[in-house]
């Protein structure tokens, strides 16, 4: 009974530390966090494993993903030998031969799938895989398979990454290829469903192909229909690489 109460209260203040973090600068959370025991192990694994093997996947950690990465561990209440072993985890995340999703199903062992804890772990890795700007097709099918493990359908994990898009503090709205924005270009809502994506597509892609301009367009008229053209192909390509639909 005294582990669980233990758990519970140490849950909540994780929840508490960790709400509202975000990829700008993030100033570190009072001392003295309650120890976990376990469960402060099985996050502190499952937090930096995830987060190393999202930073290496493409073979460059930058510093982005390094001070985002410092930035969780002072709200977690991370230092001394704690904090070395966060670090550890992050190293052992970006090894090829660590199954980060195993870590992940023993943390939901301890805190429960789809439980406040786990929807915050997904909110943070969303925003960790966007460090660098653009969430790339490796991560997006790495955060699918850690979305399903914390049990959340590939629906909710498309609303958790808009949500984290769309947060005020989130410069990444500005990127061309973003996810919120390819869905915008599609003129569709994230939660659309699979079918509807291509049918929106062909839609613009039928209104906006070369083949259908009319002959005596300005020189700069074909130009932005021609990038208008680009954009939809482009923006079908990345929801799609996202969703794990065949193009």
Same mark, same amino acid.
């Given at each position: ?47 930096? +494993? ?5 930073? =290496?996947?493409?073979? $460059?950690?930058?510093? *982005? /993903? &390094?001070?985002?990465? #410092? ?75 850690? +979305? ?5 359908? =590939?629906?909710?994990? $498309?609303?958790?990454? *808009? /949500? &984290?898009?769309?947060? #005020? ?79």
């Amino acid at each position: 009974m005294l582990g669980f109460l233990r758990n519970r209260s140490y849950q909540k203040a994780m929840l508490t530390r960790l709400q509202g973090s975000s990829v700008a600068a993030m100033s570190p959370s009072p001392a003295g966090a309650p120890a976990g025991g376990r469960t402060e192990a099985l996050l502190t694994s499952a937090m930096f +494993a995830v987060m190393g093997r999202v930073a =290496k996947l493409d073979g $460059l950690v930058t510093e *982005a /993903e &390094v001070e985002f990465a #410092s930035a969780i561990m002072k709200k977690m209440g991370l230092d001394g030998m704690r904090r070395q072993r966060a670090i550890g985890h992050f190293d052992q995340g970006k090894q090829a031969s660590t199954d980060v999703v195993q870590v992940v199903k023993r943390l939901v062992g301890a805190i429960g799938a789809r439980s406040e804890l786990s929807h915050l772990f997904l909110q943070i890795q969303c925003r960790n895989a966007y460090a660098k700007g653009e969430m790339r097709l490796r991560e997006k099918m790495l955060l699918r398979d850690i +979305a399903e493990t914390l049990g959340y359908d =590939k629906t909710e994990l $498309l609303a958790v990454c *808009a /949500e &984290v898009l769309a947060s #005020s503090d989130n410069k990444l709205t500005q990127r061309p290829n973003s996810l919120r924005n390819a869905y915008m270009v599609l003129q569709l809502q994230p939660r659309v469903a699979d079918g509807e994506i291509r049918q929106a597509y062909l839609k613009l892609m039928s209104r906006y192909h070369p083949d259908k301009l009319v002959r005596n367009l300005s020189a700069e008229a074909t130009q932005q229909a021609q990038e208008k053209f680009l954009a939809i192909r482009s923006a079908y390509e990345t929801i799609c690489g996202f969703r794990k639909i065949r193009v």
